[in-house]
């Protein structure tokens, strides 16, 4: 059950510290970015890294493709480079995409039929866990290939939830996760900004919802980003119209009615269109307080910059 | 600060177990409810209660109303029976209902301008924390009316949060509650019944979803009711057509809007056309099915009735 070269596709905010734990645990990993600083820095910390997927799968007995979508899942391992026929004969591909468990189901089928072998295994708890190698994985698949994929999970995981056989049902357990966080977030948002139109204060709405039974684990993680007025983004809101756009479609597809989903997707559409794609996903209460004409955030004065005692005790 | 007379009026599955708290901790308590069962129930386990709100708001210097919205609230009050004239010259009158914050302060002004004292004070917690006395109170009002009712909320409460002296503020927070309440039961019945189509092993959903990201306290708490196959009201439909209505009523008034409640609020209206709006919330997911032609459950055969563990295992 040992590896002699394990491939990481994709050094971004996961693929990093997933790939920086299995290095750390004495697996023989190479990282592969298109962008030539993540590759950078992983050699730098880590020894192995290179702009190439496919000089990064060449001869590797196990491959791990940690992309944003399907469509680079599928023109990584299909396309020109041929990263998937440059692995070893019997390799192990690991995906931890985020994706249509449809797009997975026939992304394994194309692998199996070459002889190797294929684990769905979505990831959840961000990069803050995949920093600390203590991921959730939502894995299925074979069940020899979940045995030799051990030494890899136990590097990077903390809790491996074992979803059976059949290559997808990881995917979906994943997309069902989405859909929720999806609408909690976009209801969180929703709230504060209407507590803010009421008047109230928003640090006591924290405390007494993340007391009661209107809380959710976004809730509770994601106001304090609107409290501190920090946006920068620990997860970006173009993580939510991909994810909540692959849940509307695979609604549509089976003919199932999200209603809830789908209000949240245009919520998220308005906070992308609006110019904040690429920030925290918490901007959705930003829209929100755009379209009303809110200040979410008391102005600060040049004295009150840095100060965050200061800005807090206002909000108080 | 001692009380002669505290009239409970409504003596529902809320008023109810705070009437018996109030007197388990001997405070001299009338309860009140049209119910004639009701009454008789409460008259059996604890000495005093009666149909007639006035006859139990005679003399009281205490009033508190747990009654179903602002419009019973107000008829109880200011209507023919004319419980508030009735009362103490200086009573203290206590609202734990339900309402749209500018019908509590408007009802608040019409008692202050009697001269006695008002305390917006809608509950959280349910009728379990009711019967235990463990309410949480989310209570707005002057300072020396919270300081007079100190020893009924001593009886009633685990957990007051003191939210200001203006009236309307407590009722406005428990808004802030519903709403994400409400948008969490209609998006954890939206996620179990797609799961449900996507083929998932929904007692799994429960597990894995509770340990991630996507958690909700309603989730963790309704779902449960679903995989149960149990709709015994412990919360009905009715509640959240009714407090959804309000916040949408809330948000058209302040020109604000709520997408995400308005798609909630929507799932209960239908929830309660299809003849569910007496049983649980969870019943939100039943409508996802009977939409979709789903089996949330496995039709039990006679031998399966009343065998939980053969039906759980069928789930599994």
Redesign the interface.
């Known amino acids: 059950m040992t590896f002699n070269k394990i491939a990481v596709i994709g050094l971004g905010a996961i693929g990093y510290g997933l790939a920086a734990n299995l290095a750390r645990n004495g697996l023989p990993v190479v990282g592969a970015d298109a962008n030539p600083s993540a590759a950078a820095r992983f050699a730098d910390e880590f020894g192995k890294a290179t702009g190439s997927s496919r000089e990064a799968a060449s001869g590797a007995d196990a491959v791990i493709l940690v992309v944003v979508n399907a469509a680079q899942c599928e023109s990584v391992l299909f396309g020109d480079a041929g990263v998937l026929a440059s692995t070893a004969a019997d390799a192990l591909i690991i995906s931890c995409v985020t994706m249509d ?1 449809a797009e997975t189901r026939s992304i394994g089928a194309r692998i199996e039929a070459t002889g190797r072998a294929f684990l769905d295994a979505p990831t ?3 990069p803050a866990r995949a920093a600390e190698g203590a991921l ?1 994985l ?1 894995a299925s698949g074979r069940e020899d290939a979940m045995k030799r994929a051990e030494p890899i999970f136990d590097a990077i995981a903390s ?1 491996v ?1 074992g ?1 059976g056989a059949e290559v997808g ?1 990881g995917s ?2 994943k ?7 999806g ?2 977030i ?3 948002c ?2 504060i ?3 803010k ?4 204060d928003l640090s ?2 924290y ?3 993340t ?9 509770e ?1 994601r106001v304090p980003h609107i409290l501190d007025n920090d946006y920068a983004p620990k997860s970006a809101v173009a993580i939510f119209t991909k994810d909540l756009g692959i849940v509307s479609d ?2 549509r597809a ?11 997707l ?2 998220f559409l308005m906070t992308a269109a609006s110019g904040m794609a690429r920030e925290d996903d918490a901007s959705v209460a930003r829209l ?1 307080a755009k ?2 004409g809110l200040e979410l955030h008391p102005r600060e004065t040049e004295a009150d910059v840095g100060n965050s005692a200061t800005r807090e005790g206002a909000l108080r």
């Open positions: 468990p959840s708890g961000g959730t939502l809790k939830y979803l049902v979906a357990f997309m069902i996760n989405q859909l929720l966080a609408v909690h976009a209801a969180a929703e709230a900004a209407f507590a139109k009421l008047g109230l006591r709405v405390e007494v919802i007391a009661s039974a209107g809380n959710s684990w976004m809730f993680n695979m609604a089976a003919s199932f009615p999200t209603p809830l989903a789908a209000s949240a245009q919520m929100y379209i009303a």
